[in-house]
Structure formats: C-alpha cells, structure tokens
C-alpha cells in the first residue's frame, strides 16, 4: 500500500511555470508505476502523464506535450510534474496516482489516489 500527498499548487499567470511533487509513503515506491491526472469543474478527471517505475519510460497527453515534464526520484519516494508555459486551460485540481500494474490514461485503472492540488493559471 502507498499514500500519495502532493503539493506545489497554486495561482500563476498564463505563461508561467510551476513544479509539483507527489511525496509517498512506504518502502515500495519503486515498484509502482506514476501517474498524473487533473480534472476542471465539471469535467471528468483527465490523463496528464505516466512515469514507468523504473523512470525508464514517460508518456504525456498531447494537450501538454512539450509544456509538462514527469520525472521520478526513487530515492526521494517522490514523482515530479514540471509544467511550463501554462494556460488558462490547465487550470485545475491535479491528482497524483500510483499502480502496481497500471499505466494506461484510464483514471480507473489507477488504484492508489492523493487529495490534489489545485492549479489556477489567470489570463
């Protein structure tokens, strides 16, 4: 089992940047694939990016390809989302997500969920 708590939310101007981190717990981080998701008001919560556990392999949404970056530290137990040139439309609740197996853009799939951060991006 893991428990995920992200952090590195905010309020940012279109164009900025932020960096979130997913901080988890237990021994076992390493053998679990990384996920992260958001979802806007109203709206079902959407794939962001997916980390393998090995780091070895990264995949993206092409809504953020070229603007977000996911990246691991196994020795940190942490999962990073660097997002660059950000627009009014990420703005959002985003959720970081952990699985033994898992590693598809269905937020179904993904069994292990933090409580979210909240991302507004102004024009």
């Known amino acids: 089992q893991v428990q995920l708590v992200e952090s590195g939310g905010g309020l940012v101007q279109a164009g900025g940047s932020l960096r979130l981190s997913c901080a988890a717990s237990g021994r076992t981080f390493s053998r679990y694939n990384m996920g992260w998701f958001r979802q806007a008001p109203g709206k079902e919560r959407e794939f962001v990016a997916a980390i393998s556990w090995s780091g070895g392999s990264t995949y993206s949404a092409d809504s953020v390809k070229g603007r977000f970056t996911i990246s691991r530290d196994n020795a940190k137990n942490t999962v990073y989302l660097q997002m660059n040139s950000l627009k009014p439309e990420d703005t959002a609740v985003y959720y970081c997500?952990?699985?033994?197996?898992?590693?598809?853009?269905?937020?179904?799939?993904?069994?292990?969920w933090g409580q979210g951060t909240q991302v507004t991006v102004s024009s």
């Open positions: 997500a952990a699985d033994p197996q898992s590693y598809g853009t269905n937020w179904k799939g993904w069994h292990y």
